[in-house]
């Protein structure tokens, strides 16, 4: 994972913990009409997301492609996956590289606020089981874990966490 456009979430299946990589790859289009393309995930949620990114980040992604993918032919449909998927697609289209002992986890809103999700601490314990020192989480969870075995990073919004991890 040393390559722009990947990021760790914690997902729950069921109720079990399970991390996966994100990865997103954005350039400019050649045609003219751009293409959007998601595998494992939800493509309306992923254009909801690209919206606020435009709106509240000031991303000009209205003539690049975007094609997300979740690795290892997972189906994962939950919001929690949203701040991930924005954050891979930033990564990718400023070429910046996350940090390797990251993850993050949050719904993120209309508005562009991230959203608190549940689970917080069964996703967090399994990330650090795996080596992961650092979580971006949504504000409202990191109020609820203050004095936790990982560096919590809470955040309000998507310009937030974009500035926390990139």
Not at 94 to 115: S, Y
């Amino acid at each position: 994972m040393d390559s722009s456009g990947s990021i760790v979430v914690p997902c729950m299946e069921g109720t079990r913990p399970l991390l996966i990589e994100l990865q997103a790859l954005v350039s400019q289009t050649v045609f003219g009409q751009p293409r959007r393309m998601t595998t494992g995930t939800d493509y309306n949620r992923v254009a909801m997301i690209m919206a606020v990114l435009e709106k509240k980040v000031g991303l000009n992604l209205g003539n690049h492609d975007a094609y997300i993918n979740i690795v290892g032919g997972l189906k994962i449909d939950e919001p929690a996956l949203d701040l991930g998927i924005a954050l891979a697609i930033y990564s990718s289209y400023k070429n910046r590289v996350a940090p390797k002992d990251i993850v993050v986890v949050g719904e993120i809103g209309l508005t562009g606020e991230v959203r608190a999700v549940n689970y917080l601490e069964k996703r967090l314990t399994e990330a650090a089981k795996l080596g992961f020192r650092k979580a971006v989480v949504p504000m409202g969870n990191a109020r609820k874990m203050q004095g936790y075995f990982m560096e919590l990073i809470g955040v309000g919004n998507v310009k937030e966490a974009l500035e926390a991890v990139l």
